[in-house]
Each structure stands twice: as structure tokens, then as C-alpha cells.
């Protein structure tokens, strides 16, 4: 196995390797000498090389076309997501080894925190929700079926299932390990096998995560593979049966998009680019109100925070006119008190360096562009700043990627460039508004946007100015006294909720839970009989096979099937149990207790018995009530009640096995029973699924 930590020296330099067909792989060592080189963010030091040269892109592709997605496709849902918990266990305890490598990218360890935890996080949610949200097997159904012939043998419906061929995930530098896994998660839930090629600057960081994935054993064969170094011709080998995940520069992005595999051969292809975020200051958050320290803190954090370059940074805060200069002074105390600028090494340290020369070069000439447009820079400067060293000692950068956090304002709210240029750092502009139309108007100059933060305590101001940007933004976070202590932040996607954005932000859709799981899935429409869409599901459909015998509460998970079934007798319901229970339980709403009411009532014929008469009776005619299988009744869902029951009508019930789901780490599991109430005409009086809790 080859092991990879890169140092900061100038001898013995290694290359970062790759890792496809289930080994790792590195140049010849005369083609990786001319490999690009990767340094430490803070210090210029040599770490490591990177290149592909001769590294066969198109075997890696058909190697998770097939083996990853055999082995995968082994595997249930539930199986999957155990296997993203374990694997965020064991990544987990490595966490001390990975902050030591993200210190060298130019990152904090608050920085580190937000990727390398984050990342971790999202393995966690998903091997939680994948288990709670997805059924024990391989086909999602969606939605409900559709009955397709008078007489019931034909039914539709929409199922999910995996696509066939392979993800590949291009990820920018700034997330190298949470980029990476909040792609992963999903992926590997839907059982499709990960092609990731993290960006060179920091992709030593993911290679090391990638390395301990590896030595953990816990993921099958050829569900994730790595490329370390350019991937330019990997769309060359992709077709419909695969998809492409990317995080980048929206002229890299439209670049990919162009590719005739994409445009013509219908490689699934989703992005997520530049966003030239807004933060709007509400006219009611004066300086003083808590929503203006929200909004402050919020401003800052999104500045500093891993020196800015994140994807989702306040860009645009858009306040007030008359609470422009409050803002900046604000910002100005709050940086001159908390931020520290120098090696995330050093005691002390609160913003690290960007994570290349490359990177600082781009944001000297993002902001040079947005000056000349008529920017002047309230705080900060374009000179080499004073930083503190790892030693401890302070000194003006010479070798190190150190920008100074930068906040710039406008004369002119409608400047193109302050909507346009985004400098990825520590940078944000302050444009004023006069009044809410125009703030909001001001947001969708973006073009689209990954997220804004409103800040405001008005009910009115936050309806109308989240209903005139929710159209330009992927998410909308409304900042007030209330959450300011436990909100996640404006700059931090959450796995539970979608991370993307349309326009300018890339239109595509990361995260948001189950959904993510579904892009890497292809919806099909099936259509049959009740018993061959039971067959496919593995779920009962009404119309298929009944087995009326045994009572189905005396089977184990080990002899319960699909349409097992115990049907009652009739029961009658008289008018005095419908007013025993009215009595008892203090439901004496008038359709139960008043002849007369109850008559001009247009649903009821008179009386009728209280809907929750009938369930807790249905429960007595198909329980089983000796000791057995059964563990407990833990719900019902989807109850209707469609006909009612009048005084001397009876009924019955019909309970089937519907869907059986054993738990992967337990000794019981949960089955669903499809519950339904007819009267003596054989009408429908109500519907409902019975949830239990059943041993192995």
C-alpha cells in the first residue's frame, strides 16, 4: 500500500498518488518530476508533485462500471448506509492526522473544522437518513400507484433506480474533504461508484482521507476511485449511463457543459459555480438591535472563515443607505478585535493564508477590477500585509498566499462590477438601498445565487423580501433575535437541505437528504398487474395474492411474506357503544350525539360512529393477543376515512402484509400492513397502514 504525508522540504519530493482499479498509481518518476508542483499555502514551501500523465482514464471508468457497480449493487439501501456510519466512525478518529495536512493548505482550525468535521458530518446524516427515509432494498417506489383498468389488473406507477454507470465529482480546492464526501454520501447510497478528482492546490488532503477510506476495508471494491491531477479527457469516456458532479468556475463549468458526450450523449452533468451571495440588513435592524450584531457576525464570519473562499461568502451586504457607514465601522471593530491573520500554525491564528499564489493573484486582480469600477476600500489594503509566523514571530508576507479580509463600498448600488466580479477571498462590497423593492431588486443583480441572509425582526419586511428572492437564490436563511444563537450560518450547507442554486450559481442541486440520492437514480414509469408491480417493488399492491392461513402475527421476519393476511368477521355497531365511547373519551362532537345535527349535517345520515371507534375496534378483531413475533404497534400512517358507519351498520377488516423491512442491526424489524374497513355492502369505510415492530 503506498502511503502518502507530504512535507515542506525542497528534497525527496513526492507525487500525489491516484488510486483506480482498486491500487494505487503514480507517473513514471522522470514524468512526475515535471508534474505540477503544490505548496503550503502559508510558507511557499515545496510540499509535493501532481500528474496523470499515463494514467488510463477510460480502465478506471469501465473498472466502477463493473466492479464498483457489482459490488454495490450487492447491497441494500440500509446496507449502504451502515457502511457510511462505520465509515464516519473511522474517519472520525483519523481527524488529528487530516488537521495537521489542512494546516498547510492555509487552514484554521475552525477552517478545518468546517471541512474535514463537515464531511464527516454528512456521512453521518446520510447513513442516518438513508436507513430512516429509504426502504431495506434496491427500488424506491415514487409515489402512489395508479389504477389503470376498470377492473384492477393493470396498475402504473414511478420507481427509482440506480443508474448504471459512474459518478464522477470534480471538486474546487477549497473543500478538499468535505467536497469530496458530501458527494460521495449520496452516490454511494444510491449504489453508484465515485470517480473523484479533487483540485490540485489541496488535493494532497483529499488523497490522505482517500488513503484511510482505503486501509478501513469498509467500502466494496471499486466504489471509489481517486484521480490526483488534470482529468481534462475523462468526459472523452463517459456516456448516458453516468453523470458528472462539478464545483467550480461557472467559464469551467459552461467548458464541460459544451462537451458533445454532455450536449449529445446524455451524460447527466450538474454544477455548482460562482455566486455572488447578498446579505440584506432589514430597515427595522438599526445598529443596536440584535439583528444588526447578527448580521455583523454573520458579515465577518463569511470574510474570514477560510479566508473567504467559500462559495457561498457574502459577496454583496446590502443595507440601508443611511446605515452604510454603521456597517463598515461595525465590521471594521469586529475584524480590529477577532481576526489574526498569519500561519494557522501559530497560537493564536484566526485567518489563514488562501490556498495558493495562484489564488492570491486572482483576488489582487478580482478587487483591482471592482476599484476601478469605482469601489473605494473602507478596510483593508492591496499591500503586503503583517502576519504572524509559526514561530510566533510577525512580519510582513513575502512567500505566503496572505490576503487581509477587505471590505469595499459603492457610490453606486447598480455598479455591474460589485454583481459580477467575485474576488474569492476575504473580500465583500457594501452597496445602500433606499427601500425594500430595491433591495430586493439589488439581490437579483447576482444573476443567481447559492444563499442570502435576510436580517430582520418584521414579519412583513421578511415575507416580502424572501418571496422577491427565493426565485434567485437555493436557499434563504432569516437571521433575527430568535435563531442568531442557533442558526447553522449563512455560509454553511446543511446535508439535510438543498445546496445549490439557479443562474450564475450553476442551477444544479447537492444535498437536500434523499433528494441528492435521487439525481444519481433514474425515475422509470413501470406498468403490470398488482402482482408483478409487487414482484418489482417488493412492496403489496392492492389486487395481488392474498395467503389467508396461518394468523400473520404468529410469523417471524424469517416466515412472514407479502400478502399474508387475516380478514374479521363482521362487526355491528350499535348506538349505544357510539355513546359509551362519546362518554368515555369526551368526544361529543353533535354527528355522535345528536340525531337532529347530525341529519343536516351533508356527510352523515344521522349518528355515526366516531372514526376512532372503529380503529381501536378493528385492532380487536385482527390482533393476536398471545405473546409472539410481534413486539409492538409503534403508528399509523396515511388513515382516510372515506364512508361513514351509522348506528346498526357493521364492518370488518383486512389486514395484509404490505412491506416488510428487517433492520440491519437489530433482531426485530418493521412491518407495514395495509389496513381496510368495509361495511356490510362491502363499501370502503376507511384506510389506513398499520406500523409494527417484528423479530428476526
Known amino acids: 500500500m503506498t502511503t502518502f504525508a507530504p512535507e515542506a522540504t525542497e528534497t525527496a519530493v513526492e507525487t500525489v498518488p491516484s488510486f483506480v482499479e482498486d491500487a494505487w498509481w503514480t507517473p513514471e518518476d522522470d514524468v512526475a518530476a515535471a508534474g505540477a508542483e503544490v505548496r503550503d499555502a502559508s510558507t511557499g514551501d515545496l510540499l509535493a508533485k501532481v500528474s496523470t500523465e499515463g494514467l488510463d482514464l477510460a480502465a478506471a471508468v469501465h473498472y466502477g462500471r463493473t466492479v464498483g457497480q457489482t459490488s454495490l449493487g450487492e447491497l441494500t439501501f440500509h446496507q449502504r448506509a451502515l457502511k457510511l456510519k462505520e465509515l464516519a466512525k473511522h474517519l472520525n478518529d483519523q481527524r488529528d492526522y487530516f488537521y495537521r495536512l489542512s494546516a498547510q493548505t492555509g487552514a484554521t482550525k475552525v477552517d478545518s473544522l468546517v471541512d474535514i468535521d463537515g464531511g464527516i458530518g454528512v456521512l453521518f446524516t446520510f447513513g442516518s437518513k438513508g436507513r430512516r427515509e429509504l426502504p431495506n432494498s434496491q427500488v424506491v417506489i415514487d409515489g402512489p400507484a395508479e389504477q389503470l383498468s376498470k377492473d384492477g389488473s393493470f396498475f402504473g406507477e414511478h420507481i427509482y433506480t440506480r443508474i448504471p454507470g459512474v459518478a464522477v465529482q470534480i471538486n474546487a480546492f477549497n473543500f478538499p474533504v468535505w467536497g469530496m464526501l458530501e458527494k460521495l454520501a449520496p452516490a454511494f447510497l444510491a449504489g453508484v461508484p465515485t470517480i473523484v478528482k479533487p483540485a490540485t492546490p489541496t488535493g494532497y488532503l483529499t488523497a490522505a482521507v482517500v488513503k484511510s477510506i482505503v486501509e478501513s476495508n469498509i467500502l466494496p471494491a471499486g466504489s471509489l476511485q481517486l484521480i490526483s491531477g488534470s482529468a481534462r479527457t475523462i468526459i472523452d469516456h463517459l456516456d448516458y449511463r453516468d453523470m458528472v458532479s462539478f464545483t467550480g468556475s461557472a467559464g469551467t463549468a459552461n467548458h464541460l457543459k459544451s462537451h458533445d458526450n454532455v450536449v449529445f450523449g446524455g451524460v447527466r452533468f450538474t454544477s455548482e459555480t460562482d455566486s455572488l451571495n447578498a446579505a440584506i440588513l432589514g430597515p427595522d435592524a438599526v445598529r443596536g438591535t440584535p439583528e444588526f450584531d447578527a448580521f455583523i457576525k454573520s458579515l465577518v464570519t463569511e470574510m474570514t472563515v477560510k479566508a473567504g473562499q467559500k462559495c457561498t461568502s457574502i459577496r454583496r451586504a446590502i443595507v440601508p443607505r443611511s446605515l452604510m457607514d454603521d456597517v463598515v465601522q461595525a465590521t471594521r471593530e469586529r475584524i480590529e478585535q477577532r481576526v489574526i491573520l498569519g500561519d494557522p500554525r501559530a497560537e493564536g491564528v484566526t485567518m489563514g493564508a488562501l490556498a495558493s ?310 433482531e426485530y424489524g418493521e412491518v407495514r400492513w395495509d389496513a381496510i374497513l368495509h361495511n356490510q355492502h362491502d363499501e370502503i369505510v376507511a384506510t389506513y397502514d398499520v406500523l409494527t415492530l417484528v423479530e428476526k
Open 357 to 666: 499564489l495562484e489564488q492570491l493573484a486572482e483576488v489582487r486582480k478580482s478587487v483591482e477590477m471592482l476599484v476601478t469600477a469605482g469601489g473605494h476600500i473602507a478596510l483593508g489594503s492591496m499591500d503586503e500585509p503583517q502576519i504572524t509566523n509559526a514561530d510566533g514571530s510577525v512580519s510582513v508576507s513575502r512567500e505566503g498566499a496572505f490576503f487581509p479580509p477587505m471590505l469595499l463600498t459603492f457610490d453606486d448600488a447598480e455598479t455591474p462590477e460589485v454583481h459580477n466580479v467575485e474576488a474569492f477571498g476575504p473580500v465583500s462590497s457594501v452597496i445602500g438601498y433606499d427601500d425594500v423593492d430595491e433591495a430586493i431588486r439589488l439581490a437579483a443583480m447576482g444573476n443567481g445565487s447559492l444563499v442570502a441572509t435576510v436580517a430582520t425582526n418584521d414579519a412583513e419586511t421578511a415575507r416580502k423580501i424572501v418571496t422577491g428572492i427565493a426565485a434567485h437564490h437555493g436557499r434563504v436563511l432569516v437571521l433575527n433575535r430568535e435563531d442568531a444563537k442557533t442558526s447553522t450560518g449563512h455560509g454553511s450547507p446543511v446535508p439535510h437541505l438543498v445546496h445549490g442554486g439557479p443562474g450564475r450559481a450553476g442551477g444544479g442541486e447537492e444535498l437536500g437528504g434523499i433528494r441528492s440520492v435521487y439525481h444519481h437514480m433514474q425515475r422509470t414509469a413501470i406498468q403490470g398487474s398488482p402482482n408483478m408491480l409487487t414482484a418489482v417493488t417488493q412492496v403489496w399492491h392492492q389486487g395481488a395474492d392474498r395467503n389467508i392461513g396461518d394468523h400473520p402475527f404468529r410469523k417471524n421476519l424469517a416466515t412472514l411474506n407479502l400478502g399474508d393476511t387475516v380478514a374479521s368477521e363482521l362487526r355491528e355497531v350499535t348506538l349505544e357503544d357510539i355513546t359509551a365511547f362519546a362518554n368515555t373519551t369526551g368526544d361529543t362532537f353533535y354527528a355522535h350525539t345528536n340525531e337532529e345535527a347530525a341529519a343536516a349535517n351533508p356527510f352523515f345520515p344521522g349518528i355515526v360512529a366516531h372514526g376512532y371507534l372503529l380503529l381501536s375496534w378493528a385492532a380487536g378483531l385482527f390482533v393476536e393477543p398471545a405473546p409472539g413475533p410481534v413486539l409492538a404497534n409503534y403508528g399509523l400512517e396515511n388513515l382516510r376515512f372515506i364512508t361513514p358507519l351509522a348506528a346498526g351498520d357493521s364492518f370488518r377488516v383486512t389486514l395484509t402484509a404490505k412491506q416488510i423491512t428487517p433492520r440491519e442491526d437489530e
